[in-house]
């Protein structure tokens, strides 16, 4: 069944075929009309789940983290500073290994405050130990919140669906919904191996000594830095595990088949542009333009960014003239995130291609096509040349 | 395919006795109970239990005579604080050690 | 049989915590996390916080309790414990009860918006505190309940200045379903109230005093005199709130045809915590118990 709805309804939508038993919601623009359509589902029984109105952000993640830890498939999702708030809780979800999945409606982060859409809020959350996956429009929100429930609940990592505020949250695409008993056969109910509960009483997330210790039975048990090197072993063993499953969803679903990225004119194309989210389907026309006028150009529309796919990303990238990386994040100090990633992923190749960094778009900063066209042209020109800073599209002069 | 097995290695503790081990070793006073002033034993029925009820650390046992469990008692004194007919002393570690050697 | 009064002799000896654990010698939470366990029982899911707890839960991979416990963030030992509810009811289970244990750090300060939350949400669940007048796990800092002229590691000098919160006061002001005050000093009064408390449905809290003997600087055996004290000399009041209205317990509820109470110097002497309180504030606070007292004596008689 197609709709015309927005991106916060499809994200919605995907937690209510997704069968979550428990919401923790609290507002945060961009993402209130996803909670509250959610409250709708709850309240008029579409969705059979506890709707838990919270009274902040490191108390949602906590519900998640009760509720995920007691059996019960948790949601929860926010913004920027809610996510900023909930950091410490991001950390120890990752940590204690709960599958969960939460929607991140980008939004740059203060200070100065912003309502308006990057990725800094989500990328500042990188190194927590979550999977992270950008959709670029309405079809792959819904189908990556199904395929993070499925995701997250095989690798006990949790899942951050990130999606471009206002961009996508509240315009309106066309998409279809999938039908309910096909989520169900792909996706069964939610069992956790840890579930609290006399039936098998632990102590979940007790303080861990540097060296570990015997157990009761004496014999020795893998310590905190087994425990952390476990979860970043893990991590990336999980990008093979979302592709059997993203293929799985394909052949029943009919869509799918890029899980970590999309490509766009890739085959022969001598200059690539990579991007997360939404601004890859403008970089899209670009190219377009751009192979009109003779330029040999391509896109990487990159969807999965944790964990880091450098063997992909490696053997997609080596040989090419050059990778020009738009981004609406920075590591600052530094230079832009997601530069800063493929810089390392390109560094052992035989055949490296020049690397451009483009920052746009921060605190909502508008942009256009032909922002990406020139930008690409103009690192064509300047390829050879040296340049360490990123590149700054949109500034006030 | 075969997905492969995953660890998910996570801290959860098992419950068991002497986490912090042999928390005896923690004493520098031990409990030592006269039995002819201790209510519960002069009876020969359950009365009292005051010991074991304040007890923080579940040592005393709730018997006719009581008993500590030498291993886990930490030495605080509160039983022999608040017996009311002071059938409890508390006696030096290191006028029994001798006796006690492990 | 439910409403009859617990006594040394009826409590069961069922045992819900293993000994040899790293509570402290003489400590008050210990006592008491022992006596409560009896009256929530197995079918429970426990919820810990940063505090003196988590350490006498055991360093991993050996646990203390032999129940479930889920060990959370500092702040989030109330919002953890909805979540967990919110899980059971999901999967229609109505008889395991959730029961969150922090200490007074987690809750008057840093928990309390997680607290305030989850009262006013209506959640079901037993929420105690455990008050020992300090950050105890930390070394001794002060807290929100830390008393006045407390001299602790971060108020050596001149000790807390400032008054502390009533915490009891502050929760009851959210109306949830049941309010009461506990020592470690009577804890089969800490029984009978958690066993009511667990009757009853929406968030309960309990409030218990827990002498500290390292933070406190006393004895160790003195746990439980200097906790009966506190109670005796009229400082720590022992009560339940229902649907608005204060009951005190019987050991405070004899204060109130007593002609004269215990002063509280008797209570603050033993405490190396106090030793830097002038003898004004010392007056002072008498004269504030005794002013409490009157209140309760036009009240309650």
């Known amino acids: ?397 | 395919m075969c997905p492969k097995k995953l660890d998910v290695l996570t801290s959860d503790s098992y419950a068991g006795p002497g986490d912090a081990g042999r928390t005896g070793s923690w004493r520098v006073l031990r409990p030592v109970i006269d039995y002819t002033k201790c209510t519960p034993a002069r009876k020969g029925k359950p009365a009292c239990y005051f010991c074991w009820l304040y007890c923080p650390d579940s040592v005393v046992s709730k018997t006719i005579e009581p008993q500590f469990d030498l291993e886990y008692c930490k030495g605080c004194g509160i039983c022999a604080e608040e017996c009311p007919t002071k059938a409890i002393t508390m006696v030096a570690e290191s006028s029994v050690a001798d006796e006690d050697a492990d | 049989m439910k409403d009859q009064r617990t006594t040394a002799l009826n409590l069961t000896d069922e045992e819900f915590v293993y000994p040899g654990n790293r509570a402290c010698a003489g400590c008050g939470l210990s006592m008491l996390y022992r006596t409560g366990l009896k009256a929530i029982g197995r079918d429970a899911i426990l919820v810990v916080p940063p505090s003196c707890l988590t350490v006498m839960q055991g360093l991993y991979p050996i646990a203390s309790t032999q129940l479930s416990v889920l060990n959370v963030t500092f702040a989030s030992a109330a919002s953890a414990a909805s979540g967990v509810r919110a899980a059971l009811k999901a999967q229609k289970n109505e008889h395991t009860r959730v029961v969150a244990w922090a200490g007074d750090g987690g809750t008057a300060d840093i928990g309390i918006q997680a607290l305030s939350g989850a009262i006013e949400r209506g959640e079901d669940f037993l929420y105690i505190c455990y008050d020992n007048e300090a950050y105890m796990n930390t070394g001794i800092q002060r807290s929100g309940t830390t008393p006045r002229g407390t001299v602790t590691a971060n108020t050596a000098i001149h000790g807390k200045q400032q008054r502390s919160k009533d915490l009891p006061a502050i929760i009851a002001a959210h109306s949830p379903a049941y309010v009461a005050s506990c020592s470690a000093a009577y804890p089969t009064d800490f029984h009978d109230k958690i066993r009511k408390a667990l009757g009853l449905s929406g968030l309960k809290y309990i409030h218990i005093h827990t002498p500290c003997p390292s933070g406190w600087g006393i004895e160790e055996r003195l746990t439980v005199s200097i906790g009966k004290l506190a109670v005796e000399t009229g400082l720590y009041v022992l009560y339940e709130i229902e649907d608005g209205e204060t009951k005190l317990s019987p050991p405070s509820a004899r204060l109130l045809t007593k002609k004269k109470l215990p002063p509280v110097a008797d209570y603050l002497a033993p405490q190396g915590r106090f030793k830097t309180l002038p003898v004004e504030a010392i007056e002072e606070l008498q004269q504030e118990v005794d002013a409490k007292w009157e209140t309760y004596r036009n009240q309650m008689m």
């Open chain 1, 1 to 397: 069944m197609f709709v015309f709805e927005s991106g916060n309804v499809a994200a919605a939508t995907g937690v209510k075929l997704a069968r979550a038993q428990v919401i923790a919601a609290y507002p945060i623009t961009p993402q209130t009309p996803l909670t509250e359509k959610l409250s709708v589902y709850v309240d008029t029984g579409a969705l059979e789940a506890e709707y838990v109105a919270v009274e902040s952000e490191h108390s949602a993640l906590a519900v998640c983290i009760g509720a995920s830890s007691t059996g019960a498939r948790p949601f929860t999702a926010t913004s920027a500073n809610g996510l900023l708030y909930m950091s410490e809780q991001v950390h120890w979800t990752a940590g204690a290994r709960l599958p969960m999945v939460m929607c991140v409606v980008n939004r740059g982060v203060g200070a100065p405050w912003s309502v308006w859409n990057d990725h800094q809020d989500s990328i500042s959350q990188r190194d927590a130990g979550w999977i992270q996956i950008y959709a670029k429009d309405h079809q792959e929100i819904i189908d990556t919140v199904i395929k993070a429930y499925r995701l997250t609940e095989e690798v006990c990592i949790p899942v951050m669906v990130c999606y471009d505020g206002y961009y996508l949250s509240h315009t309106y695409m066309p998409y279809e919904v999938p039908e309910q008993d096909q989520v169900d056969a792909f996706l069964p109910p939610y069992e956790y191996r840890h579930k609290l509960g006399p039936e098998n009483p632990t102590s979940l997330n007790t303080v861990t000594l540097p060296s570990g210790r015997q157990d009761i039975h004496g014999n020795r048990v893998p310590g905190y830095m087994e425990i952390r090197r476990c979860l970043h072993l893990e991590l990336k063993e999980a990008i093979e595990v979302y592709t059997r499953i993203d293929s799985e969803f394909k052949s029943i679903f009919g869509r799918g088949g890029n899980p970590i990225a999309e490509k766009y004119l890739c085959d022969d194309a001598e200059y690539v542009a990579v991007a997360l989210g939404s601004m890859s389907n403008q970089i899209k026309d670009a190219v377009d333009e751009l192979r009109g006028e003779g330029l040999k150009a391509g896109l990487l529309a990159l969807s999965l960014y944790r964990p880091f796919p450098s063997d992909f990303l490696a053997s997609e990238l080596s040989g090419r003239r050059g990778v020009i990386v738009f981004e609406k994040a920075l590591s600052p100090g530094n230079s832009g995130a997601v530069f800063g990633d493929i810089r390392a992923a390109l560094y052992e190749c035989s055949s490296r291609p020049f690397l451009r960094n483009y920052i746009l778009g921060l605190g909502g900063r508008s942009y256009k096509t032909s922002d990406f066209c020139c930008a690409i042209r103009e690192s064509v020109e300047t390829g050879s040349e040296h340049c360490d800073d990123p590149a700054w599209i949109g500034l006030n002069r």
